[in-house]
Nanobody, 124 residues
Framework: QVQLVESGGGLVQAGGSLRLSCAAS????????MGWFRQAPGKEREFVAF?????????YYADSVKGRFTISRDNAKNTVNLQMNSLKPEDTAVYYC????????????????WGQGTQVTVSS
């Protein structure tokens, strides 16, 4: 089993930056694929970023955040991070950390574990 806790959300002006963190516990973190999703009011949960395990990991991003967001992991600390730069009002959402997908990484329904979410609000 895996427990996930997100932190780092808050209020920021357009063009600013935030760094989200997800702390994992319960099983071997270094062996788990990890993803970030977000959900705005009235919208479906959407894929943001994904990172594979192991030292030579690969990353994938939604087109809407490419060049602005960076996902990374620290296996020693059992943590996955999301650095968000050049934030836009449309980035406003609750951001969720997810772990251990059984299918395609960009589909929220395939993830086995989810955190409670952290609110990110970008003002114009």
């Amino acid at each position: 089993q895996v427990q996930l806790v997100e932190s780092g959300g808050g209020l920021v002006q357009a063009g600013g930056s935030l760094r989200l963190s997800c702390a994992a516990s319960g099983r071997t973190f270094s062996n788990i694929n990890m993803g970030w999703f977000r959900q705005a009011p009235g919208k479906e949960r959407e894929f943001v970023a994904f990172v594979t395990p192991w030292r030579r990991s690969t990353t994938y991003y939604a087109d809407s955040v490419k060049g602005r967001f960076t996902i990374s992991r620290d296996n020693a600390k059992n943590t996955v991070n999301l650095q968000m730069n050049s934030l836009k009002p449309e980035d406003t959402a609750v951001y969720y950390c997810a772990a251990d997908p059984s299918g395609t990484y960009y589909q929220p329904g395939v993830y086995k574990y989810w955190g409670q979410g952290t609110q990110v609000t970008v003002s114009s």
